[in-house]
C-alpha cells in the first residue's frame, strides 16, 4: 500500500511542481545574465545594481507569511495559480526599465508577486507525504533548481545574442520570453492539482484512507499546535531555524546571481558558451539531489548531512576564491553548489517534525522569508567586496565566510530543534512492600524518658 500510493502520487503531482520551479528560478536568476548589459543599461555600479535584488528579497519577505497563511485558507492550487500570473506579468514588465528606480520598482513587485510559492509548495507537499517520504519527495522537487540552470542558462545566453534584434536588447528579450511562461502555466494549476488526498482520483477509497492516516499520524505526533501566527513567530525553533536557514540563500543565491560574471572572466567567452558552462554546477547539484535525500532517509541523519554538505561548501568555496587554473575553480564552484542545494531538502524535513496545519504554513513561511532575505544580501555583500577590490574572485570570501559560520551553528540549531526529553515519572511506593513504621508506645507521665 504505501509504495503503491506515494509512488502513484509522487509520479502525479512532482513533475509538475517541478516544472513550476523550472520557471520560478529561472525568473528569479534571469537577471544575472541581465546583469552584464544592463548595468551598463542603467550606468550603476555592481553595488547599486545588486541592491535590486535586495529589493526583491525584502518584498519576499514582507508578503511570506500573509501568501501562505491564504494559500492555506483558499487552497493551494488557486493561489499557486495567482502567484504564476502575476510573476509573469511582471517578468515580462521589466524589459520596460530604464532607470535605477524603475529596476528596483520591478524587482520589488517580482518579490511581492513570487512570494509564497516556494514555502507555499512545501506545504502542499507536507499534505500529501507522510514525513518519513517527504525529505525525498523536497529533493525531488528541488532538482528543478539545477535543472532551471541547465536549461536556462544556455537559454538565456542565447538571448542575449539576440541584442538588438527586433529593436530590443538582450536583456529585454531575457525577461520577455523567461516570463511568458509563468502566464501560460498559471491556469493548468487549476486542472492538475487537487486541493488535497481528499480529491484525488487517482487513488482508491481505501488507498485515500491509508494516505490520510498516516498524515492524521504524523500530525498527532507533532503535538499540540498553536492556534495564532503570532504564537508560531515567536516560538523560538521557527526563529532558530530562520536564522540558520540564512545560510543558504546567501551562499547559493550568492553564487547564483554572480556566477556569469566569474565564468566570463575565464577568457574571452561569448554569452552563449558562458550559458553553456555555468549549467555544469548544476548537473552536479542534480545528482546531488537525488542521492544525499536517500542517504538522509535511510537512518533519519539529517544534521549529519546539513554538516556534511556545508563543509563541501567550505572546501569548493576556499578552492575556487585560491586556485589560478579555471579548471579547479570550476570544480571548487561545482562543489560549493552541491553543497548549498544538497543540505536544503535534509532542512526542510525539520520544521514538519513540529508543526504541522496552519501553523506549519506559517512556520515554514516564516522561515523561507527571513532566510531568503540573504538571497538579497548575499549577492549584495559580494558587490561591495567587488567594488572594493575591483575583482571578482574576491568576493568568494564573503561566501566563504557564511559557510563557515553556518558549519559552526549546527550542532546549535540540533539543540534546538530536537524535542526535550520526556520527565521521568513521579516513583510511587509499592503498598504491599511497604512495612507499617508502629507509632512509639506512649510514655506515662512523671517518667525519667518524659520530654522535658
Known amino acids: 500500500m504505501e509504495t503503491r500510493v506515494l509512488g502513484r502520487t509522487a509520479r502525479r503531482i512532482l513533475p509538475f511542481l517541478g516544472l513550476l520551479y523550472v520557471i520560478a528560478y529561472i525568473d528569479r536568476s534571469n537577471v544575472g545574465f541581465a546583469k552584464l548589459e544592463l548595468q551598463a543599461e542603467l550606468g550603476v555600479g555592481a553595488t547599486a545594481f545588486t541592491l535590486g535584488q535586495v529589493f526583491f528579497f525584502t518584498a519576499y519577505a514582507i508578503f511570506e507569511v500573509p501568501s501562505n497563511l491564504m494559500l492555506h485558507r483558499v487552497g493551494a492550487h488557486r493561489w499557486i495559480a495567482r502567484i504564476l500570473l502575476t510573476w509573469g506579468v511582471v517578468t515580462v514588465a521589466t524589459a520596460l526599465a530604464h532607470t535605477t528606480w524603475q529596476f528596483y520598482l520591478a524587482r520589488f513587485a517580482l518579490g511581492a508577486a513570487e512570494a509564497g510559492f516556494f514555502p507555499g509548495v512545501l506545504y502542499y507537499l507536507s499534505q500529501w507525504f507522510p514525513g518519513s517520504h517527504r525529505g525525498r519527495a523536497i529533493g525531488a522537487f528541488m532538482l528543478a533548481a539545477p535543472v532551471s540552470f541547465i536549461l536556462g542558462n544556455p537559454l538565456m545566453g542565447l538571448l542575449m545574442d539576440l541584442d538588438g534584434t527586433g529593436g530590443m536588447a538582450g536583456w529585454q528579450w531575457v525577461f520577455v520570453v523567461t516570463g511568458i511562461p509563468a502566464v501560460l502555466a498559471a491556469p493548468l494549476v487549476l486542472c492538475l492539482l487537487p486541493r488535497g488526498p481528499e480529491q484525488a482520483r487517482w487513488l482508491a477509497p481505501d488507498e485515500?484512507?491509508?494516505?490520510?492516516?498516516?498524515?492524521?499520524?504524523?500530525?498527532?505526533?507533532?503535538?499540540?499546535?498553536?492556534?495564532?501566527?503570532?504564537?508560531?513567530?515567536?516560538?523560538?525553533?521557527?526563529?532558530?531555524?530562520?536564522?540558520?536557514?540564512?545560510?543558504?540563500?546567501?551562499?547559493?543565491?550568492?553564487?547564483?546571481?554572480?556566477?556569469?560574471?566569474?565564468?566570463?572572466?575565464?577568457?574571452?567567452?561569448?554569452?552563449?558558451?558562458?550559458?553553456?558552462?555555468?549549467?555544469?554546477?548544476?548537473?552536479?547539484?542534480?545528482?546531488?539531489?537525488?542521492?544525499?535525500?536517500?542517504?538522509?532517509?535511510?537512518?533519519?541523519?539529517?544534521?549529519?548531512?546539513?554538516?556534511?554538505?556545508?563543509?563541501?561548501?567550505?572546501?569548493?568555496?576556499?578552492?575556487?576564491?585560491?586556485?589560478?587554473?579555471?579548471?579547479?575553480?570550476?570544480?571548487?564552484?561545482?562543489?560549493?553548489?552541491?553543497?548549498?542545494?544538497?543540505?536544503?531538502?535534509?532542512?526542510?524535513?525539520?520544521?514538519?517534525?513540529?508543526?504541522?496545519?496552519?501553523?506549519?504554513?506559517?512556520?515554514?513561511?516564516?522561515?523561507?522569508?527571513?532566510?531568503?532575505?540573504?538571497?538579497?544580501?548575499?549577492?549584495?555583500?559580494?558587490?561591495?567586496?567587488?567594488?572594493?577590490?575591483?575583482?571578482?574572485?574576491?568576493?568568494?570570501?564573503?561566501?566563504?565566510?557564511?559557510?563557515?559560520?553556518?558549519?559552526?551553528?549546527?550542532?546549535?540549531?540540533?539543540?534546538?530543534?530536537?524535542?526535550?526529553?520526556?520527565?521521568?515519572?513521579?516513583?510511587?511506593?509499592?503498598?504491599?512492600?511497604?512495612?507499617?513504621?508502629?507509632?512509639?508506645?506512649?510514655?506515662?507521665?512523671?517518667?525519667?524518658?518524659?520530654?522535658?
Not at 231 to 260: C, E, I, K, M
Not at 345 to 351: H, M, N
Not at 370 to 398: K, Q, R
Open 208 to 452: 485515500r484512507r491509508w494516505l490520510l492516516a498516516e498524515l492524521a499520524a504524523d500530525r498527532a505526533r507533532a503535538g499540540e499546535q498553536p492556534h495564532r501566527a503570532r504564537a508560531v513567530l515567536g516560538d523560538r525553533r521557527v526563529l532558530t531555524a530562520a536564522l540558520f536557514f540564512l545560510v543558504f540563500p546567501l551562499s547559493t543565491y550568492g553564487l547564483s546571481f554572480w556566477l556569469p560574471t566569474l565564468i566570463d572572466g575565464f577568457g574571452d567567452l561569448t554569452h552563449t558558451e558562458v550559458g553553456l558552462v555555468s549549467a555544469v554546477p548544476y548537473v552536479c547539484v542534480a545528482a546531488g539531489l537525488v542521492a544525499v535525500p536517500r542517504l538522509v532517509a535511510r537512518r533519519d541523519t539529517p544534521y549529519t548531512w546539513i554538516a556534511a554538505m556545508l563543509g563541501l561548501t567550505v572546501v569548493g568555496f576556499t578552492v575556487t576564491a585560491l586556485a589560478d587554473s579555471p579548471l579547479l575553480r570550476m570544480a571548487g564552484l561545482c562543489a560549493a553548489a552541491v553543497g548549498g542545494y544538497a543540505a536544503q531538502p535534509a532542512f526542510w524535513t525539520l520544521i514538519p517534525r513540529f508543526l504541522t496545519g496552519a501553523a506549519a504554513a506559517t512556520g515554514i513561511a516564516a522561515v523561507n522569508a527571513i532566510g531568503n532575505l540573504g538571497g538579497g544580501f548575499g549577492p549584495l555583500g559580494i558587490a561591495a567586496v567587488v567594488d572594493s577590490t575591483g575583482t571578482a574572485l574576491t568576493g568568494l570570501m564573503f561566501l566563504l565566510a557564511v559557510s563557515v559560520l553556518g558549519l559552526a551553528a549546527v550542532p546549535l540549531l540540533r539543540r534546538a530543534l530536537s524535542p526535550a526529553p520526556a520527565p521521568a515519572p513521579a516513583s510511587t511506593p509499592d503498598p504491599a512492600s511497604t512495612t507499617p513504621v508502629p507509632f512509639p508506645a506512649p510514655v506515662p507521665k512523671g517518667s525519667p524518658h518524659e520530654p522535658q
